[in-house]
């Protein structure tokens, strides 16, 4: 026996499909709308009508409204269809409407038509509930006029007035509704096919691009017309609107307009960009899931990205390089062609190469007639990893992108991923979500939608960015490599870790791929599941990357390189040095330098002795330093010149040299010089034009004094090569830098050659005792101060403060003279002393005030110290400080919030296995990014981008501008 429901289909009123339903067993109602076989919407019978109250019926909240989507309101006839309980059950006969043109006079209104009830059946997998007697108050309703009655935009088969429906299960015999057919795709030019023989193909500058040649020798097309993935309906299954998942599940009503949105701008999609498989491919998965993350990233893109961008073009950039190989993909690679395509983005080559296909693969590729497809064949079948290579030896792109054969991007996939490399022009690469899609034989759904926020370390334990959806800058492999020919899967892992090494990527937080794994296709996660002899190559390389560093090539012009440090004789030098000695394991390296203060040389290095050449000049003032100036341009004979500051007798030295002989220059910028002196709240950054420098003239006889600074840091932006350590620093210089961290020599930072014990006991603390460690330059506006006073907020006589100063200041004096009681005080150290200090030390506090400027501008050089030895390192939010901590590499602590610290440093000790889950990954860091293998692979990123033998037009005028100045200084003006 049937339930029965009450209801009825009012009609079409101001492009809203109208109407009532009360189920007395089941109250609110949902009524699903479908045009066209789409679904449209689901809405609750729970508004309010006054003519329902008037009549009796459940107090008149029975109503339902459902607007008509724009895209049928346009010229035609459009089949309607309501239904109940998630499709099992009809409100009313299908019936079809006529929408008119805005200008057009409104349809008169149509004849009234009794509504004929279905015969009853049951629904599946259900039990009907009893029949209920007709309410006596559906009769009043149907005499009931609407309260407001508005004429109707669109004209529809006559609907009844007001009256009771018994509303029944829907038979068994009933079509689902077909999906409309897929259009062909357009006809396009030529079908483009590489030389045989990929290696024997020397790519073209991408400056200088052509088409490629055709190669004579193909054999001709079949002359039959070809037909693209024939045999897709064996791989991919359909799934009608009215069968979809979603629709049987238990809703609220929030959830409901989450759904209704997202299958709502997807319907809109699929009609407005037929030459995509994307939106329909979507739309189908998005049926058979019933997960509501997966719609509200549906919807979150389609808002931000699809709607907001609809009618606008991407800008001009630069040449893509799209790399498919292909294997046996006669039935799937249309889709992922026609997905290239369709790009909003034009300016790309699609190289596609075929790992010696036995099927129609070649001949689909072939089918598609466009000039910007590029094909290359193996004659024998080599794998995934060599068919990406052959097509990487003929990019000829500044970008490259990856396009799987059995994968779908989204429509604007390559426009959005530019825009974000564009925008930070120092990151090497950029990866955005997918969605996760699962096809069985007789299902299809979204699995996930996988986004994350990128750590290499979480990456190589749990891979979660997909290829297809990585992009990066064709320098990484220039440098980096390409694929790893001997890995049967998981090629893409090796590859975006060796990429992402460095660097983190950016993250696109869209989701803009459709990542297929198909039960019938031959997909390589399947088909290798097997291996397990890659995974074991992956693993040992992952390792010997920690331990020697990322293998890089340099150009073979590059034989030497001279390091440049404006002054030795203070901690600044020793970045300098540590560069020199990391890149003299790999090239011939001299170090030259100026001495300005009264220490012979930056005391914690005093006893190295360098593995390279050293060439020191005095410093002095002008104009007697004219000369010595002079002569540290003349001892430079590297092949590319690093320079270390942007200080007068470093970047200017190296400007200076490249005019007189075309070396290159890359600068490395660790502080805002202009605000680091003296580091206060009032600090504010100033730069100036070079011939302000003329109104300073008794200022500027001192090479390091501010002025120069000032003149020199607007002059960063004109050479091609800038690194730094800081995000903000980036943002200061336009984004545009690589990464060069504060790096430490590994093999002295080895905790496990350290008896830690040992080292406490000869620093004269106990085994109980906490040691808080301040090392560094002491000076106020790092919180030192704050650290005495935390001591007595502690309370506890276990905590001690041991400050290791790397030369005196007077904040350090100040501290010594009236706290000597609490806190221990060592002079500077060396480098394997400091080691050592860190190991013993339990905790490392970076409480940087955030008003000060110089600190936003900063990474201490004893957090790498820290990194690598072990102690928790606590530090304020502020710079990358903030980005590390929520990697899970330290803690913060907003400056000044004692209470939130003294927590904050109990928690340390409260909860060990935290404690030591965060050293390792802080380890694991270290030697990533710190350690001197870090150092080659990242300058030769920095040597890529340059050029030999070239004078910067930036070298030209600051030659020009220093003649001048030397004219007037000497003359006396």
Not at 240 to 269: C, M, P, W, Y
Not at 573 to 598: G, N, P, Q, T
Request: aromatic residues 8%; neutral net charge; proline residues 8%.
């Amino acid at each position: 026996m049937s339930t029965t429901i009450y209801g009825n289909f009012d009609g079409v009123q101001q492009n809203n499909l109208v109407g009532w339903v009360f189920d007395p067993a089941n109250h609110p109602s949902e009524v699903m709308a479908m045009i066209d076989g789409e679904f449209v919407a689901f809405a609750a019978a729970n508004n309010y009508r006054a003519d329902l109250e008037r009549a009796g019926v459940n107090n008149g909240l029975c109503g339902f409204r459902i607007a008509i989507p724009g895209q049928f309101l346009k010229g035609g006839s459009h089949k309607v269809e309501l239904w109940l309980n998630g499709g099992q059950r009809r409100l009313a006969p299908a019936f079809t409407f006529q929408s008119t043109d805005a200008a057009s006079p409104p349809p008169p209104r149509p004849a009234e038509q009794k509504v004929e009830t279905p015969p009853a059946q049951p629904a599946p997998q259900a039990t009907p509930a009893p029949e209920t007697k007709p309410a006596p108050e559906a009769k009043a309703a149907a005499k009931a006029p609407p309260a407001v009655e508005a004429k109707p935009a669109l004209s529809a088969k006559p609907a009844p007035e007001p009256l009771k429906t018994a509303v029944e299960a829907l038979p068994a015999a009933e079509a689902k509704p077909a999906l409309p057919a897929k259009p062909a795709p357009e006809p396009l030019k030529t079908a483009v096919e590489a030389p045989k023989n990929a290696a024997d193909v020397k790519p073209a500058s991408a400056k200088t691009a052509k088409p490629a040649h055709t190669d004579a020798k193909t054999p001709a097309a079949p002359a039959k017309p070809f037909v693209p993935g024939k045999g897709k309906s064996a791989l991919i299954p359909k799934i009608d609107a009215k069968s979809a998942a979603f629709n049987t599940t238990q809703r609220s009503v929030s959830e409901s307009l989450i759904f209704n949105g997202a299958i709502g701008a997807l319907n809109k999609f699929c009609n407005l960009y037929t030459e995509t498989p994307y939106y329909e491919r979507l739309r189908l998965a998005a049926r058979g899931t019933t997960r509501l993350d997966c719609f509200v990233q549906i919807t979150t893109t389609l808002s931000r990205i699809d709607q907001a961008r609809e009618g606008q073009l991407p800008k001009v950039g630069p040449l893509v390089s799209i790399i498919m190989p292909a294997h046996n993909r006669e039935d799937l690679i249309d889709d992922a062609i026609q997905s290239a395509l369709a790009q909003s983005y034009k300016n790309f080559e699609l190289i596609i190469c075929d790992d010696c296909s036995k099927d129609d693969t070649v001949a689909v590729i072939k089918s598609f007639k466009d000039p910007r497809i590029v094909l290359t064949r193996h004659q024998e079948q080599k794998g995934a990893a060599a068919a990406r290579n052959s097509s990487l030896k003929l990019a000829r792109g500044e970008i490259i992108a990856y396009l799987d054969s059995d994968n779908v991007w989204h429509p604007r996939y390559l426009e959005i991923m530019l825009e974000e490399l564009a925008n930070w022009p120092g990151n090497m690469s950029a990866y955005a979500g997918y969605f996760d899609i699962d096809i069985g034989e007789d299902t299809i759904r979204i699995k996930k939608a996988e986004i994350k926020g990128f750590h290499l370390e979480d990456q190589v334990v749990l891979p979660f960015v997909d290829l297809n959806s990585f992009m990066h800058r064709r320098q990484l492999y220039d440098v980096l490599g390409g694929f790893d020919e001997r890995l049967a899967r998981r090629q893409d892992y090796d590859m975006i870790a060796r990429y992402c090494w460095l660097r983190e990527p950016r993250v696109v937080p869209q989701v803009l791929n459709l990542y297929q794994r198909i039960a019938n296709a031959q997909q390589i996660t399947k088909m290798q599941k097997e291996d397990t002899k890659s995974p074991k190559i992956i693993a040992d390389k992952i390792e010997g990357y920690y331990k020697n560093g990322l293998p890089a090539k340099l150009p073979s012009w590059v034989k030497k390189v001279s390091v440049v440090s404006w002054d030795m004789s203070r901690n600044h030098f020793a970045k300098a040095y540590c560069v020199a000695e990391a890149l003299s394991k790999h090239v011939e390296v001299e170090m030259i330098s100026y001495r300005f203060f009264d220490e012979e040389i930056f005391q914690p290095l005093a006893d190295k002795k360098p593995p390279f050449e050293c060439k020191y000049f005095e410093g002095g003032n002008f104009p007697d330093f004219f000369g010595n100036f002079a002569k540290g341009m003349e001892a430079i004979t590297g092949d590319v010149i690093y320079a270390v500051k942007p200080r007068l007798t470093s970047f200017g030295l190296g400007l200076m040299a490249n005019y007189h002989t075309g070396k290159p220059v890359m600068l490395e910028c660790n502080d805002l010089e202009t605000v680091v002196n003296n580091a206060k709240a009032t600090d504010a950054h100033a730069q100036k034009q070079l011939t302000d420098l003329f109104n300073a003239a008794d200022k500027a006889k001192i090479p390091y004094e501010l002025i120069w600074s000032e003149i020199l840091d607007p002059l960063v932006a004109e050479i091609p090569t800038v690194f730094t350590h800081n995000i903000n620093l980036n943002l200061h210089y336009d984004r545009r830098c690589l990464y060069m961290r504060n790096i430490k020599d590994d093999s002295l930072y080895r905790p496990e050659d350290m008896d830690r014990d040992a080292i406490r006991k000869e620093l004269g603390f106990k085994p109980d005792d906490r040691i808080i460690l301040f090392g560094g330059l002491v000076r106020k506006h790092k919180g030192i101060f704050e650290l005495v006073d935390l001591l007595n907020a502690l309370g506890d006589q276990r905590y001690k403060l041991l400050v290791v100063g790397s030369r005196d200041t007077p904040d350090l004096m100040k501290l010594s003279k009236e706290h000597r009681d609490n806190i221990t005080v060592l002079p500077p150290q060396p480098p394997e002393r400091m080691a050592a200090i860190n190991l013993a030390s339990d905790l490392i506090v970076l409480w940087l005030d955030p008003n000060v400027p110089a600190g936003q501008y900063q990474s201490p050089y004893k957090m790498s110290d820290a990194l690598a030895m072990g102690p928790t390192i606590i530090a304020s939010p502020t710079s990358d400080l903030a980005d590390l901590a929520t990697r899970g590499l330290m803690l913060n602590v907003p400056f000044g919030n004692q209470k939130k610290l003294v927590a904050t440093i109990r928690r340390v000790f409260d909860q060990p296995e935290e404690t030591a889950k965060r050293q390792q990954r802080a380890r694991k860091f270290f030697e990533r990014e710190f350690s001197y293998p870090a150092v080659f692979p990242a300058f030769a990123l920095g040597v890529s981008k340059l050029e030999q033998n070239k004078v910067y037009p930036v070298s030209e005028r600051f030659a020009e501008f220093f003649a001048e100045y030397r004219r007037r200084t000497l003359a006396g003006k």
